[in-house]
Structures are given as C-alpha cells and as structure tokens.
C-alpha cells in the first residue's frame, strides 16, 4: 500500500519529535509522525492501583527487555554495563521519565577548546538559549531563579517543595560551603494552563497520572493534534528509503497496526527515535548507495555512544525525612563538582543529585534500576524498619566522554516482534569516568555526614546502576566535517540532505546532567533552522 | 508449568517465607508466610516459565528438608541454588510490599498514590531564600565558554 506523500514524515512521538514537529506547525506544511507505540490515556497508568508497585518489574518497567511489549525493541545488552531503558509510545521516554531539568552550560559546548577532550559543538549555549526558554514556556518548568551555576534565566513556576529530605541535605551543603540549588523540573508546581499540579505521589516512573509531569503526551501533543498534526500509533518504521536517481530520502517503510508493510512517502524525513532507535533505523536502513546502513559513509553512525553513568550512597537519619513524598528525582542538585578542577585527577565533571526515597517494594529489591535485593531473615526486617524510613541519598551523575569503541550495532540473530533486527550495545566505563566516579562517592559521603547521617551506605566498589541508560547520546553526532560527524550544526544528515535528526543521537558530548531540556531546545533550534533555510533546503 | 502443593509442603513454604521476611511483633508486624504471601510467589512464578521453573526447584529443596526449615537450612538452600533462591526472594519481597497494610507499616500511605498524592508545603520565599544565602553568597560558579568563528554547519 502506498500512501500519499507528506511534507514531512517524523518518525518518533517522544521528546524530540513532538518539539520539531510544533516548530514546523507554523510553516502549515503537511506534517506526519509515526509512533510504534500506543497513545496511552492517563486512567491506564499504575499509580492509581492499590499494587501499583508491581507494574516497575512488568509493563511499566523502564526496560524493555523486562517489559518486553508488542512495540519494544528488545535490546541486546550482554557486552554492556549499563542496560538503556525507555519507553516507546505517544510521548516517548517522557512517559516514564522523571522530569529533572536542569540545562547543560556553557562549558559543554567547548570540551574540545576549554579541557582539550572530545569535541567542541557546532552550536553553543547562547544560540540555545532561547529554544531553552521556548521550549520550558510548552513544558512548564518549576524552579528558583538566581542559579549561580548558569547564566541567568528563570522558570516560570516557582519551585516544588525540596521537603525536609531537601532541607536536611541543604544543610548540609551549606556547613561544607558547597554549591546546591533546588532542582529545575518540568513538573508543575501549581495548577498552569489547563493542566493539574503536582500531588508529590513520588511514582513519576510509571507515567503521571496528574498530568502534571512535563511529558510530551500532556505537553506538546495536545496543541499538536489540535493544530492538524496526524499522528499515527503503532506503526514501526522499518527502513527509511532513497531515491536512487537523487540520494535523497523518499520515504519509509513501515509495519502498521494491520502487521502489513506500508509505504509511506515523504519530502522531509526527520528521525526522533532516541539514540538507540536512531542509530538501529539507520543501520536497518541499507541500499546500494549506502551499503553500510543510512548516512553513514563517516562510519559514526551507532558510535560513541553515551550514557550518564551512575552511582548512589545513602545516608542514614536519626528521623524519618519522608523522602517518598515529592516528585521522585527533583529535589535539590549539586553542581559543585561540575566544572574541569585539574587537581582531582580527571577532567570534566559530575552533579550530586538528590533524588528523594524509593517505594518499599522497590527499595527491598535494591533501588531503581538495581536487581539486588536486600538481606533476608532478621537484617530485612532491621533494615525496613529502621533504615529504609531514615534515608536520604544522593546519585553522582557522571559525564561519560565520546569513544568510538561504545557504539550501537545490529545484533544478528535477535529482533522486535514484526522482524526487524535489533540493536546491540557495546558498552564499557572508560578511566576518566571511574574516577569520577570514585570521586563523587567519597564527596557524597563526606556530604551526607555533614547533613547528619550517623551511619552511610554506599553501593560498593564499581556498581554503577545497571539500569541506568536513561539517557542514550551520541551516536549521530553533529559536527562539521562529514568525515567525523553524521549531521551538520542543525542536524541534518551529511549524507542525506532531506535527512534531519533531533534527538540525543546528535550530541557531541554529554555535559552531566539530564538531557532533555537541551534534546527539545536543539530540536526547536533544527526547526528554525529548516524555517530559515526553507529555500536552499537540500542544496 | 503447574504449582500444586500438598498442604504439607504448602506449610513448608509458609514457615520459610516466615523466615525471608521476620514478624516484628513489637509494632504489629506480620512475617510474610503468616499473610498468606505465598499464594502470590505461586500464582506470579506460573505466569513466567523461568520463575516456575526456579519455584520448582525450591519447592524440592524444601520438600527435602529435615524438619521444619531453619535461618541455616534456608541459606544451605540459597547457596545451592543461588538463582532460584533469588526468584524466591524477589516474588516473596514483591508479593509482602505489593500489600497496601504492609507499605503503611513502614511509613508509606496505604492508597494508590494517584490521584490522592501527598501534601508537602512548598518552603516559604524567606526560607529558601535563607538557605540559599550562602550559595548566593559566593557567586557564580560556571566557567564562559570561548567564542567560536566560522561557519561550522
Ligand atoms: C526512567 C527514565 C527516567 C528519565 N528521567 C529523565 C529526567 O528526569 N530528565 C531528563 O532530562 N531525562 C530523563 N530521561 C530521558 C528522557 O526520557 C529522554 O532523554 C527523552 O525522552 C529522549 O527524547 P527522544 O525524543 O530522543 O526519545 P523518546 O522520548 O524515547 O521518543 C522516541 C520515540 O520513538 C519511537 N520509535 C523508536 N523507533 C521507532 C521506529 N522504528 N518506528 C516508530 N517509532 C519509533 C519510540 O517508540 C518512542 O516513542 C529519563 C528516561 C527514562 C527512561
Ligand atoms: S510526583 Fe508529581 S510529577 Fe511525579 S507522578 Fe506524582 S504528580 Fe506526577
């Protein structure tokens, strides 16, 4: 079956493909997006069950090889210490995301020029700036003005409460003289524009059933739909075409909810599948002109993966501090040790984020995105009883450096439920990393002790959170020289001049924070970019 | 695979859950045998070939036990059958906190969280602007990046 040809064809309702997409609403092209998951309604999230727990271990599970549902990929993961997690439906990761906000800085954008690693970005922090504030003025962003951290700039809604788990840390912070801050968060601290505040249900993971967490689903995609965007769901692209005769894209194929192959024609394609489902549709998507996979004569496509490799330690309180209570990773964050200090011993740096307690359910079975429950017998009911109530821990975020050897290839054999091959990640901690992350252990100890812990817990030698690839960068990296990058400065493919990518793929470094402020603001600036040069397009 | 126990081995599976996750009597907490959480380790492990196949193996462990099961008859059990006793443990931790009564036994609400939630006050403006006083203080701590020329797209 072929389909009439769209102006543009996005593939990917997440994050990046929604705000593309509402940058191009005024160009009043004909613009379509093709999800291969559902669009879930709010009633159908967890979080109103009595055991909502349990959809964390089943379908509500940031992996999809636990979900393992009609629209995930499984993902092979046996050559990596980290797992990538996510969420494929109407709305994308945002779905399960947990809404922390905060925006890289000026730094890391100029790694190359300023530390002398990585590379520099086509693109810097004050061309950005504006999507940034664009961008958090669709989402609704919570927060304090007056960060020193950053250049000034300030969230529309003030900040949600840091409670008293974010107090006790802040003091914490303060007696070492230590920056912190309380954290940006695209969660509404009151009622804004038709959608509901937060209730501090602290489930954030399992879709938000207020509608008052910042995911596309309740963002976006609403003003998409009502502006004539056709959006439809369960349809997985399985390759993206090319033109023989021109070398440009021409369109898709993909699986419809009829489990039949379908055309689907387009001028512009755009890609916004998160940067494991971007490399892997690239790579599925070979011809005679590119033998190796789409848009990748560089041979970047799939390498220097990124995460933001994580570890956490805990500190036990004379009280109980509620941490349970608030949006589950928004508290307060630390950015002290962010910027390169020559004298630690590696460069670049890491944030000490406060995320507040887990469920009990999810604590006895080790902490989100750990498989390794606590003790049994005598010390299980000591460690429930007394400790898990008294926690306060911090994460130490790390930022991860670009290596060719971290990469997403095609596995061979395993593949999603229509047949299509999925994606292998090879993926190992570099030096630079560890250090820092050795680093950040020993700070948040002496942090935690500060604010009054009497005893620590730290996770242990090298345990870096297995389920932690919640942020997958890299792998289509944007840069000048075709020869190095697989997108130019406004993230379109070298190879493939109606060919754009605007998701996490195009990073050129990670910074250490979470990175979807700064995939949506990039992802608004290729809009204006494709405005702006409307005319020499593909030239 | 299908689960049936005898009652007796049913009992077995009791105690031992018993002993995963103790009474605390002194606050009226209920060990996870005594609320009956091994109807859910069963019906759960059923539905997943792998965890039925592990609960298999610790039904026999069990079945073979002398006497009734002790905090050292169970970790003989774990060391022989590591992944299975961690199948155990995972249904049993999953089953015992999936129960509202028991989330509210160690300080959490009993409802669903939605859409009742939790009231947190938001700190006062003279608050947090006194606790962010010395962060201000020391002022701002990011670096300027270099300018770039050029055309780099
Ligand atoms: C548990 C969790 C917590 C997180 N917390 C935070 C946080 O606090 N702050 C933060 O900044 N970030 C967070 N993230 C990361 C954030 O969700 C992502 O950075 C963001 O969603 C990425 O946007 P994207 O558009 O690249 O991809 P996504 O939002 O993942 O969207 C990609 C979409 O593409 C679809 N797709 C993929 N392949 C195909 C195909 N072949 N055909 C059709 N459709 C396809 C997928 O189904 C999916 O819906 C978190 C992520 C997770 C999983
Ligand atoms: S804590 Fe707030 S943002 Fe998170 S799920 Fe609940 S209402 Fe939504």
């Known amino acids: ?539 | 695979m299908t689960l049936i126990l005898e009652p007796s081995l049913r009992a077995v599976l009791d105690l031992s859950l018993d002993l995963l996750i103790p009474a605390n009597p002194a606050r009226d907490i209920p060990s996870a045998g005594a609320l009956g959480v091994a109807d859910f380790v069963l019906r759960t492990a059923q539905a997943a070939p792998a965890d039925a196949a592990h609960m298999a193996q610790i039904l026999q462990a069990l079945q073979a036990l002398d006497g009734p099961p002790t905090p050292d008859a169970l970790r003989a059990v774990e060391q022989a059958m590591p992944e299975a006793f961690q199948t155990l443990l995972r249904l049993t931790y999953m089953g015992y906190y999936s129960r509202p009564d028991m989330r509210e036994k160690v300080g959490v609400a009993s409802w669903p969280v939605h859409p009742k939630g939790y009231d947190v006050p938001r700190e006062s403006s003279a608050l947090m602007d006194a606790l962010t006083a010395p962060v201000r203080a020391r002022g701002r701590i990011y670096r300027d990046a270099v300018v770039m020329t050029g055309d780099l797209s």
């Not at chain 1, 999507?131 to 669709?138: E, I, T």
């Not at chain 1, 994580?310 to 009280?319: E, H, N």
């Open chain 1, 1 to 539: 079956m072929t389909d009439d040809t769209v102006d543009v064809l996005i593939v990917g309702a997440g994050a990046s493909g929604a705000a593309l997409a509402w940058s191009l609403l005024e160009t009043r092209m004909r613009i379509l997006c093709l999800e291969q998951g559902p669009h879930l309604p709010d009633s159908q999230f967890p979080s109103r069950r009595d055991d909502y727990e349990l959809a964390r271990y089943a379908e509500f599970s940031c992996d999809p090889n636990v979900r393992g549902l009609q629209q995930d990929y499984p993902i092979n993961v046996d050559d990596s210490c980290i797992a990538p997690v996510n969420f494929n439906g109407v709305g994308g990761s945002t779905i399960n995301f947990l809404g922390h906000w905060p925006r890289m800085k000026p730094s890391d954008f100029r790694t190359r020029s300023l530390d002398g690693v990585a590379a520099d970005w086509p693109v810097d922090y004050a061309t950005l700036a504006p999507f940034y504030d664009q961008n958090d003025r669709n989402t609704g962003v919570s927060g304090l003005p007056g960060n020193p951290a950053y250049p000034d700039y300030a969230p529309e809604l003030p900040p949600l409460p840091i409670g008293k788990l974010g107090q006790t840390l802040a003091a914490g912070f303060n007696a070492l003289g230590w920056h912190w801050w309380p954290s940006d968060a695209a969660i509404l601290s009151r009622d804004h524009e038709g959608r509901s505040k937060c209730v501090n249900a602290g489930t954030c993971d399992l879709g938000c059933a207020a509608g008052a967490k910042g995911g596309t689903n309740f963002t976006y995609w609403p003003m998409l739909q009502s502006a004539g965007v056709e959006l439809r769901t369960q349809c997985r692209v399985r390759e993206v075409r090319v033109d023989p005769a021109t070398g440009l894209a021409s369109g898709v194929l993909y699986y419809g909810p009829d489990g039949q192959l379908h055309e689907q024609k387009a001028e512009l394609v755009v890609l916004a599948c998160n940067g494991i489902g971007t490399p892997r549709l690239l790579l599925n998507s070979k011809s005679q002109l590119f033998p190796d996979g789409l848009a990748n004569r560089s041979d970047q496509v799939g390498r220097n993966l990124m995460f933001h490799p994580l570890t956490g330690v805990s500190g036990v309180f004379d009280a109980p501090l509620e941490g349970h209570k608030g949006p589950m990773a928004c508290s307060i964050l630390s950015q002290e040790f962010y910027e390169t200090d020559p004298g630690r011993g590696f460069v670049r740096g890491y944030g000490l984020h406060s995320g507040r307690s887990t469920t009990p359910m999810t604590y006895a079975l080790g902490g989100y995105g750990i498989d390794r429950p606590i003790p049994w017998g005598a010390a299980h009911r000591e460690i429930m009883d007394e400790v898990y109530p008294n926690l306060a821990s911090l994460t130490v975020v790390a930022e991860d450096l670009p290596e060719a050897h971290n990469r997403v290839t095609l596995d061979p054999t395993l593949t999603d439920s229509d047949g299509i091959p999925a994606p292998k990640v090879s993926y190992r901690l570099g030096d630079n990393t560890r250090a820092m992350l050795a680093h950040g252990t020993d700070r948040a100890t002496e942090l935690l002790l500060a604010a009054g812990a009497r005893r620590v817990l730290a996770k242990g030698e090298d345990a870096v959170w297995w389920r932690a690839g919640w942020h997958q960068l890299g792998t289509c990296r944007m840069g000048p020289d075709p020869e190095t990058s697989v997108v130019n400065g406004w993230g379109r493919c070298h190879d493939v001049k109606n060919l754009f990518i605007v998701d996490g793929s195009v990073f050129v470094t990670a910074g250490a924070v979470n990175p979807t402020s700064t995939i949506q603001a990039l992802a608004l600036y290729v809009g204006d970019s494709i405005k702006t040069n409307i005319s020499t397009l593909f030239d």
